[in-house]
């Protein structure tokens, strides 16, 4: 180690006070700039607004339906209920659930071939 090769120790850098007159870099709009609504006190602009534009979400029509009593309905491979299949010769609820092929509340169960 030389003095040449001496760093000087890393110092965080102080940040700028805002509003301490016109000498001292952030002075008078304190960064705010000239005028508008943002440069106010409490002048923030909700995220949704589009400057009196309908909004989009108002704009984009409401899609869907949501059912109000839901359907348990639970879609089910035949590779799965081959080992039932092999074991008994009608596959019914009660054996899928013994099996834990499906869960209790499984109303409605759809056993396809293939996807």
Known sequence: ???NELKPT?????????????????????????KGQKS???????????????PIQRR?????FTRYIRK????LNYNKT?????????VSNMLLRRFNLVGNNAKTIRIYSQG
């Open 1 to 3: 180690m030389k003095l």
């Open 10 to 34: 890393v110092r965080y850098k102080q940040s700028v006070r805002l509003g301490r007159g016109l000498g001292s870099k952030k002075g008078k709009t304190s960064g705010r700039g000239h």
């Open 40 to 54: 106010r006190t409490g002048g923030t602009v909700k995220t949704s607004f589009e400057g009196g534009q309908t």
């Open 60 to 64: 984009v029509p409401k899609l869907g």
């Open 72 to 75: 348990h309905l639970i879609n």
């Open 82 to 90: 081959l080992k039932v299949d092999l074991c008994y010769d009608t």
